[in-house]
Structure formats: C-alpha cells, structure tokens
C-alpha cells in the first residue's frame, strides 16, 4: 500500500473522530485500523465479522476467496463480473454487491446489527469455498483425457 495512501485514510479516520492505527504500528486499539502491509489479508480475515474487497468499483473485484472460507460475509462493489466466485457467493447468499458508498455503510450496519443474518451469510459463503474442494483434482482428470 502507498503511503500517501494510508495518510490519506488516517487522516479521513481523524476529520470523523475515528481514532486510527496501522497495523505496522502493533497498535491495534483504534476502530480503524489501516493495514499497511502485503500478504496478511487472510490471517486479519480470521478476525473479521465482514469484509469488503476492494477494486469493485474500478477495475474489477480483487479475491473473494479469502474472507469466504473464513466464513465470513463478502461485500464488493459493482465490478465484479471478472470474478466467478463473486457472482457464486450472490446467487448462494454468501456475499452482496453494492453499488455505491451507502450500499457499503447500509450492508455493513445491516451485518454488524443483525447476527443472525452476519452468521448465515457466513456459512453460505464457506459452503460455497467448500464445495469447490477437489477442483483442480477434477480438472486434471477431464484435461489428462486429451493429453
């Protein structure tokens, strides 16, 4: 992540009243909290309730995998047709495009409020992740027919 880009969301954090850190600082007491850092997404999703995934309102949505198979919602914005397991996780209930900034807010409040809702979307998108164990194994079979 660029810097100039954290300082951007810190400073955001600040002009709102939301006291902030980032995680390469180690302290994480703030409600927001910047990570800073690459490769630690899917052992900070094991922490999380929801996630939302970037890159859905520009170029395409980034891997939904990861937040799914921790069994937690996945938002994403509406840039996501470059991602089947994104359409997947919307028709099985396990993840929600948003088509805006209030869509983020709105789900997210939805989520943090309703448990019930939080948990089944969380269980559908970890059954989903689960049901396509064995692709590759799968794959091969089918490929290794032609070779």
Partial sequence: PAAERVASILSWAGDHGLESSTLGSGNLSGRVVVVDSVGVLAELYRMCDA???????????????????????????????????????????GGAAVSDQAGVYDTLKLLIENKEK????????????????????????EIAEYL
């Fill in 51 to 93: 996630a939302y995934v970037g890159g859905s309102f520009s170029t395409g949505v980034h891997s939904v995998i990861e937040p799914a198979i921790m069994g937690i919602p996945v938002i994403f914005g509406p840039q996501h047709d470059n991602s089947l397991e994104a359409l997947e996780l919307v028709r099985r209930g």
């Fill in 118 to 141: 939080r948990t089944s979307m969380g269980r559908a998108a970890k059954s989903y992740v689960e049901s396509q164990l064995g692709s590759t194994r799968r794959c091969m079979e």
